[in-house]
């Protein structure tokens, strides 16, 4: 994390931060994932998930979406997984969601692969402006 974009992130948000483990995460982004405008929402099969969590149409456009349970921060790898798997899911945008938040290196690396990473700032951001 760049010192400037710490300057922003000083709370952690703890309603998020109560989830503890991978499928309570999943399962509050699935209740999350609608009241943002997303529709068509899906949970592909494991053998065919190739890293994908989920699978949602937001303004007909297809989006999957790699979720990482991990309070810590997240690097390079699930980027790379997921940019591999947009073309077998057939989707526009790739978006990485973590609960916690991304190495320097890992939003440097999101920017060529052309992937969207949400942290648990940006879900907090979300979540107030959804007045949740």
């Known amino acids: 994390m760049s010192f ?11 309603h998020i931060l109560e989830v503890r483990n991978q499928k309570e995460f999943i399962n509050y982004f699935l209740e999350l994932l609608p009241l943002l405008g997303y529709d068509s929402i899906q949970v592909p099969e494991s053998k065919y998930a190739h890293g994908v969590n989920v699978v949602a149409k937001k303004d007909g456009m297809r989006c999957a ?20 798997a947009l073309v077998f899911h057939k989707a526009k945008i790739g978006i990485v969601v973590t609960n916690g938040a991304f190495t320097e290196k890992a939003e440097q690396y999101s920017n060529i692969k ?4 949400w942290d648990v700032y940006h879900l907090d951001k979300l979540e107030t402006r959804l007045n949740l």
Request: charged fraction near 25%; proline fraction near 9%; glycine fraction near 2%.
């Open 114 to 117: 052309r992937i969207n990473l």
């Open 65 to 84: 979406f790699k979720i990482v349970f991990n309070p810590r921060e997240v690097g390079t790898e699930p980027i790379s997984e997921l940019a591999a």
């Open 4 to 14: 400037i974009s710490s300057l922003f992130k000083t709370r952690t948000p703890k």
